[in-house]
């Protein structure tokens, strides 16, 4: 029964909400996934082992994917662990773009974002599929038709989902906390080294100034396109298909956009405005979920906040939320030339991409 208005939801409720919604989910999606995976593998056995583990993957993040657009990262979790079991082989990613178009129906802008890359490649693996197949596209749907109608898929298994979902959970977060202890515990004692110098403020708490988040809360944040997000004073950023977007105080004349790359990396922007010093950057080439972006230099880190379209968390942008003092930044920037400063990493804590070395200096 749901609370009353005016008695707010305990963590319990919540919890039990989530369960209750991803056992939905399961229970109706299950058999398309397991005939969309029969596709895919063209092996029955194979085609559930995949659909069981892609379920245990969103089992385990299932509160942070977005409600209106579970089909994408469910899908997209399904064909990018396929094509990972056979590392990513031209004639597996040949025969996705294939299932993708034909029998699910997709756009080549949906398996471009799917398969982490362009339309054009998209659409040159759809002739190769093809040609591989030996068939037009009338003669293919066809025999996917027939093939569907042979899978008789098992009942979903969703005590056994669950519970590894859970494993898969506990095992997210302790690597993320271990990982968040190891950033904040050098920022704590640069704080502290530093407060005896008259220091207003230091680098490590600009992280989280401006942007009204509490500890529980995830760096990362999904947004719609164009949907303009405060970050600071007179500073937003927003994100649109073709990249990441500025607006600050000091724009000057000309293009303030940053466009997604191929491979993974981070680019490193420092704006002035009122109070110091802006740092935000777009971040490309992920092959998984981000996870968090640090900004490190020396003993001293900052946490950044991170921006994803719902669909298309391969880039982003990353910012610091908080002017950061001239003295402060000079000092973060005061390393090696070779010294990488950005740092993404994904759901897991693995590295995913780090900012050129050539980064800009003040």
């Known amino acids: 029964m749901p609370p009353t208005p005016d008695v707010l939801p305990t963590g319990d409720d919540v919890a039990a909400c989530t369960r209750a919604d991803f056992a939905a989910y399961a229970r109706t999606h299950w058999p398309r996934l397991v005939v969309t995976a029969r596709l895919l593998t063209d092996d029955a056995g194979a085609a559930e082992e995949l659909v069981r583990g892609t379920l245990v993957r969103m089992c385990a993040r299932w509160r942070r994917v977005p409600r209106d657009d579970r089909d994408f990262h469910v899908r997209r979790c399904l064909v990018r662990g396929h094509l990972r079991r056979l590392r990513g082989r031209r004639a597996a990613r040949g025969r996705a773009v294939l299932v993708l178009r034909i029998w699910e129906g997709l756009a080549d802008a949906e398996i471009a974002q799917l398969l982490g890359c362009s339309q054009g490649a998209v659409r040159a693996r759809f002739r190769h599929g093809l040609k591989a197949a030996g068939a037009d596209p009338g003669r293919l749907r066809e025999a996917y038709a027939r093939a569907a109608l042979d899978v008789v898929p098992s009942e ?207």
């Not at 490190?296 to 610091?320: F, S």
């Open 156 to 362: 979903v298994p969703l005590a056994a989902l669950r519970a590894a979902g859970r494993v898969r959970r506990r095992r997210r977060l302790a690597v993320a906390s271990a990982a968040g202890a190891a950033l904040l515990v050098p920022a704590a004692l640069l704080a502290a080294g530093r407060a005896g110098s008259g220091g207003a403020r230091d680098v490590a708490s600009a992280a989280g100034a401006g942007s009204g988040a509490g500890p529980a809360t995830s760096p990362v944040r999904v947004v719609a396109p164009g949907e303009r997000v405060t970050v600071g004073e007179g500073v937003r950023v927003w994100l649109t298909a073709d990249g990441g977007h500025w607006s600050v105080p000091t724009d000057l004349p000309g293009d303030n956009s940053d466009r997604p790359r191929g491979g993974p990396g981070v680019s490193v922007r420092v704006d002035s405005v009122p109070g110091g010093f802006f740092l935000s950057g777009l971040f490309h080439g992920l092959r998984g979920e981000p996870g968090r972006v640090e900004v490190r230099a020396g003993a001293g880190g900052i946490l950044a906040k991170v921006l994803v379209l719902a669909g298309d968390p391969g880039w982003g942008i990353w910012y610091t939320s908080a002017p950061v003092p001239e003295k402060n930044v000079r000092m973060l920037f005061d390393a090696g030339g070779d010294e990488r400063i950005v740092t993404v990493y994904d759901a897991s804590g693995r590295v995913a991409a780090r900012s050129d070395s050539t980064w800009r200096r003040i």
